[in-house]
């Protein structure tokens, strides 16, 4: 008879005290159970106030008709918020030691995005972007000085690798100043041009050397603001059709977006977390791409809910557009999302041309229910909901043809 060995106790007391300044030195990423922190989570509800001011904003200027210009309001604010978050994910994944120092900046970052939250109502309707440009600059010199820091406390390629994020993060901050000084013809331009060298600013910097970013915490990471995005899209509709049935007892005009908004956001969660991203991650090259393309992902995923904002509110007779445009304001977005969702996810996972073609197809479905008038919403929520349905009937079928013993016959 053998005998276990007995579990080490746990340690009980209060933990060892820390010293509150350490050396802000990269972590690995071989990291066992390296998982997102009170203080990224505290950060990235934040970060959601200010994608509902740009939600809010979005849906005012598609009902009031102004498609163009709030698009790309739209497009130029959360490309801010997106990035900003973005770049702090990545460098606490590599390097986040949780002193006091590192906190403190932190929290000036959130403190930065709610600045530049505060100015998104002003950027739309007055065309004023000194608010979200100050905001924006608190945050990005916050998040260069994390990088003088690493640069301290490092040498060679990784010490040459964050000098090179810290003076690009700088140097845009003067860029991004055309869109206050210019004048507004040139904004657009000074946005696009500005979004390309802020792009190229961690290609540049990790050219020879790759910060030690975990796959693991980054999916983790990129998987809860996804959550975050899609719970606040879900709030802002609930309070539209509860204001719509409140004050306009439109109860009959209003189910059909209700629940095809609900069974588009349910799809949604679903689509995306149907498969473990993070043993995709395994270089720069993939991570660059993947991080990247999160801006349509979350951006879209946002959209869905101005969507129905606008799609409720042109039902009840508040907006000043068709119920066309209504309903192109919910689908189109969906469908964006479907098609980013498969191509920087799902299409790695499946198998055979019936499994790829399940998303790609969903989402021209979508499109096309956007002539179906009052009742676009509902059925685009049906085609998302048939979508997953049929993604996980072929992964069961495949799953069970390969489990199944395979049948031999005997000659005669």
């Known amino acids: 008879m053998t005998s276990s060995a007995t579990p080490p106790a746990a340690p009980s007391g209060p933990p060892a005290p820390r010293r509150p300044l350490r050396p802000l030195t990269a972590r690995g990423r071989e990291e066992a159970h390296r998982a997102s922190t009170p203080l990224e989570l505290f950060f990235d509800l934040c970060f959601v106030v200010a994608v509902a001011q740009a939600g809010v904003q979005l849906v005012h200027a598609l009902a009031e008709g102004h498609v163009g210009e709030g698009i790309l309001n739209y497009a130029m604010v959360f490309f801010s918020i997106w990035w900003a978050w973005m770049n702090f994910t990545w460098f606490a994944s590599a390097y986040d030691n949780d002193d006091v120092l590192y906190r403190v900046v932190t929290l000036v970052q959130i403190a930065g995005v709610l600045v530049l939250a505060a100015g998104i109502s002003r950027a739309f309707d007055e065309h004023d972007f000194l608010l979200v440009w100050l905001g924006y600059v608190i945050m990005r010199v916050a998040m260069a000085t994390q990088w003088l820091r690493v640069a301290r406390n490092c040498e060679g390629p990784e010490r040459t690798t964050a000098l090179r994020y810290a003076s690009g993060v700088l140097f845009c901050q003067i860029g991004w100043l055309g869109l206050v000084v210019l004048p507004e013809g040139a904004r657009a331009w000074v946005f696009l ?26 999916a983790e990471r990129y998987g809860l ?9 879900i709030a802002a509709a609930t309070v539209a059709v509860k204001s719509g049935v409140d004050e306009h007892e439109a109860l009959g005009d209003l189910l059909p977006i209700a629940a095809g908004g609900l069974l588009i956001v349910f799809s949604a969660w679903w689509i995306y977390f149907v498969v473990p991203i993070h043993g995709h991650l395994r270089g720069n090259r993939q991570a660059f791409l993947w991080g990247y393309g999160h801006y349509l992902v979350f951006a879209s995923a946002a959209a869905i809910g101005a969507g129905l904002e606008v799609a409720v509110e042109q ?8 119920t066309l445009a209504a309903s192109a304001a919910v689908t189109l977005p969906t469908a964006l999302y479907l098609l980013t969702v498969w191509g920087l996810h799902s299409r790695y996972f499946k198998v055979g041309i019936a499994q790829q073609l399940v998303l790609p197809t969903a989402a021209l479905l979508v499109i096309c229910c956007t002539f ?3 009742w676009a919403v509902l059925v685009a929520g049906v085609v998302t909901t048939v979508a997953v349905v049929a993604g996980e009937t072929l992964t069961t079928r495949r799953v069970y043809r390969q489990r199944s013993p395979r049948t031999t016959t005997t000659p005669a």
Not at 198 to 211: C, I, M, Q
Request: negative net charge.
């Open 225 to 233: 603001f996804t959550i975050i995005v899609l719970g606040e899209t």
């Open 193 to 218: 041009v500005m979004v390309v060298v802020e792009l190229g600013v961690p290609v540049f910097a990790e050219r020879k050397f790759t910060t030690t970013w975990h796959p693991h915490h980054i």
């Open 315 to 322: 039902a009840v007779h508040e907006a000043h557009i068709s």
């Open 372 to 374: 179906l008038g009052h």
